[in-house]
C-alpha cells in the first residue's frame, strides 16, 4: 500500500530509504553515534537501529544544542540519516542541515508534518521525500 503525505518543508532537499520511525524525541548528544550512525540511548525505542541512509522520523531532537554538532559529525563522517521527518519544528536539525550545506555541501532535508499524518509513519515501510515536501510512504 502507498500514501502520499503533505508536510512542510524546513530544509529542502530529495531524499529515499527505508524508514526509521519513534514518537519518542532523540537526544543526539548521548544518543546517536556520529561514528556508526547507530541510535545508541539504550532507553529509546530505536536503540541499536543504524539510521545511515534511512529516513528518520523523529518528532523532534531532546536535549541541547549540541544535537547540531553531533548531527554535522555525523553528515562529515557519512553516518547521518538521508532525511528527517518530525512533528514539530526543530531549529536544532534545522540548524545542523544549513551548516552542513555551508560545510560539505551536503543538507539533510528536514520536513515537518502534522501530528496526524506524523502517525501514520512505522519503522519497516520506505519512504521517498519530494522536495516539494510530499512524502510518499510504501508499505514493504
Not at 549540541?66 to 548531527?71: C, E, G, H, R, S
Amino acid at each position: 500500500m502507498e500514501h502520499i503525505i503533505h508536510g512542510t518543508v524546513l530544509v529542502e532537499g530529495a531524499a529515499s530509504g527505508p524508514l526509521l520511525a519513534s514518537d519518542t524525541p532523540l537526544s543526539f548528544w548521548g544518543g546517536y553515534s556520529q561514528f556508526t550512525g547507530e541510535v545508541i540511548d539504550r532507553r529509546h525505542p530505536l536503540s541499536g537501529e543504524i539510521a545511515t541512509d534511512c529516513i528518520l522520523a523523529i518528532p523532534a531532537s531532546r536535549g541541547s544544542s549540541t544535537t547540531t554538532a553531533v548531527l554535522l559529525e555525523a553528515v562529515r563522517r557519512g553516518t547521518a540519516p538521508a532525511a528527517l521527518i518530525t512533528s514539530q519544528t526543530d531549529t536544532f536539525l534545522v540548524l545542523a542541515s544549513i551548516v552542513a550545506d555551508e560545510l560539505y555541501q551536503k543538507p539533510i532535508p528536514v520536513v515537518v508534518l502534522d501530528i496526524e499524518a506524523f502517525a501514520l509513519l512505522s519503522s519497516g515501510q520506505y519512504a521517498v521525500l519530494n522536495p516539494d515536501g510530499n512524502v510518499i510512504v510504501r508499505d514493504r
